[in-house]
């Protein structure tokens, strides 16, 4: 029984390579934090750890800068669930900070890693003219060739379009090309965002697709606290709350009436032509349009007198913003606290159940499907790990409103 309790803890290996042996002599890893979000092209890597002062030789801690940070992270009791038990991490350390004395004898700092393609994309700029591509294959060529990813999860997406990167950074140029793809051809929410998978992994992917994903794993709330359930039981909740269930005035500030329709309004502007042409709602009244009113300049229906691929500025344009304000911090519809386990990322889809005590037939409000908006990874000394999960209903990429 012992060993159960045991392999319910996290172990933890810690390697900086490259750096002196006498550095890392009497340090201790005091806590272990790794986080990843839908709205974060990069993954933030942090160790807390308390040294010995006095040590000879001396330590000369910028001897950290620029090195690897690599972490494995082991929970054995997972392997009985059939829920993969490890998780690698290999990050370069950019930042030491929060250095404090604790005593005479021990101080703590923090030291920061973060992914190579984060560094690459400060250091390096893009320059140059895509003759209509399409959205997705600009990410890819830039991402891979200009900021050094590796795995990539790409989804296709058009339109395809004259495109001039402008010496701005790579993540920039992805950045721009998230505003204008569009997914099923009228649907403009990709998001660019990084998780641990695969020691990093690049995604270019539409809130659309993400939210009809199949559930990764169920979440039940369990009051038992024995072996078989609480801390031992990786379905289980320990916390949870509900940050925002709805609101029904930024959906129509987004551009989403009471009946879940578009009333957004775009003002098209064609300055080759010198016309003008109104998208999206044909309100009239008091004002031109109704929702979410945005203006811009397109060459729809002179693209040949201009020698440009199909201009489809009034897709994008139109419902960029509404999609983006839905994942704001203050619309997380769930949050979670969960014992540690590396399967769950940012962008993948959960299953929240929360059963009714009277009827365990019947599951209260609440229980559904949620997207992963953000996720944090706490490991302590000691072992004990979890998960804090920020969720936002699937409702946002499938009916668009919170």
Not at 77 to 89: M, Q
Not at 210 to 234: H, R, V
């Amino acid at each position: 029984m012992a060993d159960y309790y045991i392999d319910q803890l996290a172990s933890i290996k810690i390697e900086c390579p490259g750096v002196p042996s006498s550095l890392l002599d009497q340090v201790t890893p005091a806590e272990v934090t790794l986080g990843e979000s839908l709205l974060t092209p990069g993954l933030q890597t942090s160790v807390k750890c308390q040294s010995y002062f006095h040590n000879l030789p001396i330590k000369i801690l910028d001897d950290f800068r620029n090195t690897k940070l690599n972490i494995l992270i082991e929970r054995p009791s997972l392997a009985s669930f059939k829920i993969k038990e490890t998780l690698e991490v290999s990050n370069t350390i950019y930042r030491l900070d929060k250095r404090k004395l604790i005593n005479d004898q021990i101080e703590e700092f923090t030291i920061h890693a973060c992914h190579q393609t984060l560094l690459n994309d400060a250091k390096s700029l893009v320059s140059k003219l895509w003759q209509c591509s399409t959205p997705s294959a600009v990410t890819a060529e830039v991402l891979s060739a200009c900021a050094g990813a590796g795995p990539m999860d790409i989804e296709g997406a058009p339109p395809a379009r004259l495109y001039m990167a402008e010496n701005i950074h790579p993540f920039q140029v992805v950045a721009q090309q998230c505003n204008a793809a569009l997914q099923g051809g009228n649907n403009p929410d990709f998001v660019h965002y990084m998780t641990y998978q695969n020691l990093g992994t690049h995604h270019f992917r539409s809130l659309k697709t993400l939210s009809s994903q199949a559930p990764i794993m169920e979440f039940k709330y369990d009051t038992t606290g024995s072996a078989s359930g609480g801390y031992g039981n990786p379905f289980g909740i320990m916390t949870h709350s509900f940050p925002c269930d709805f609101d029904l005035l930024s959906d129509c500030l987004n551009g989403m009436n009471e009946s879940g329709q578009d009333i957004s309004t775009f003002m098209a502007f064609n300055p080759f032509m010198r016309t003008a042409s109104q998208f999206g709602s044909q309100a009239g009244g008091c004002g031109l349009g109704s929702g979410n009113p945005k203006t811009g300049a397109s060459a729809a229906g002179s693209e040949g007198s201009q020698n440009m691929c199909p201009d489809y500025s009034q897709q994008y344009i139109l419902k960029r913003q509404a999609r983006m304000a839905m994942l704001e911090q203050d619309k997380i519809a769930l949050r979670l606290v969960i014992p540690w386990n590396p399967i769950l990322n940012a962008g993948k889809i959960i299953t929240l159940t929360l059963t009714n005590n009277k009827d365990p037939s019947k599951k209260n409000y609440g229980s559904g499907n949620y997207l992963i908006h953000s996720i944090m990874a706490n490991i302590k000394f000691g072992g004990f790990s979890t998960l804090t999960l920020d969720c936002v209903s699937n409702t946002v990429g499938l009916n668009h409103t919170i």
